[in-house]
């Protein structure tokens, strides 16, 4: 496989629910982010992993919780969550984080989209 | 303000044509700039990096980038039907906490080819 690879592609939960959003990537890459993307606003910045570690979390309820157990595979975890979370949720990763006002392109998984009942 | 605002379109153009998709963003400082292409239902493909002002061309595709004015547009030329789709402009920004800066993201802008 090539890419970055997300499962499931379609996940439907209640509010009460616990489930796992998983990604793959097989580009040798350091750098994983997770983004969220709602009808008609722009791709929102979740989490931000390098080398395993997480280098930002981008103001996220707690009921997102990510899990980078290493650099080729990055969760994440779903719990009691709310009706406003249903959207598109992708993850993306690059060679590195890049420098200040530089970065390496980003490439994206194909999504998990996520329905709250 | 919006930090990366696109008109969300649609634009309409017709098959064969020139297809021209426009970006301005906010931080005058960022030097990384990126069209991705996403279709409806898919994830983001990336087509298009550019890092210094001028034009960059790959194939149909053309990069135009003017950081004086702050905005960046993407040409498509002999626009076919399977280049509908919404266009996304990143623009690097803000700081990660850990090293680096984010991409921000445009809303993107809907083109429709019609035959």
């Known amino acids: 496989e090539t890419g970055v690879t997300q499962t499931p592609r379609h996940l439907v939960m209640g509010m009460t629910n616990k489930k796992s959003l998983k990604c793959e990537q097989h580009l040798g890459h350091n750098a994983m982010y997770w983004y969220k993307q709602s009808a008609k606003k722009p791709l929102e910045l979740m989490f931000v992993y390098s080398l395993e570690e997480r280098v930002e979390n981008n103001s996220v309820p707690s009921r997102f919780s990510p899990e980078c157990p290493n650099s080729s595979h990055l969760f994440l975890h779903l719990h009691t969550l709310q009706p406003e979370d249903s959207a598109l949720y992708l993850c993306a990763s690059s060679q590195d984080l890049g420098t200040d006002y530089s970065n390496q392109p980003q490439h994206f998984g194909d999504g998990t989209r996520l329905s709250i009942l | 303000q919006k930090e990366v605002e696109q008109n969300s379109g649609p634009l309409s153009v017709p098959e064969g044509a020139i297809a021209s998709l426009n970006c301005t963003y906010s931080d005058r400082g960022s030097q990384s700039f990126f069209w991705y292409r996403q279709y409806s239902g898919k994830s983001p493909e990336l087509i298009m990096s550019?890092?210094?002002?001028g034009d960059k061309e790959d194939g149909r595709f053309t990069a135009q980038l003017n950081k004086a004015s702050q905005y960046v547009s993407l040409l498509i030329r002999d626009s076919q039907p399977s280049d509908s789709a919404t266009y996304l402009c990143a623009v690097n920004g803000a700081r990660v906490t850990g090293g680096g800066n984010k991409l921000t993201f445009g809303t993107g802008t809907q083109l429709k080819v019609e035959l």
């Open positions: 550019i890092y210094s002002n």
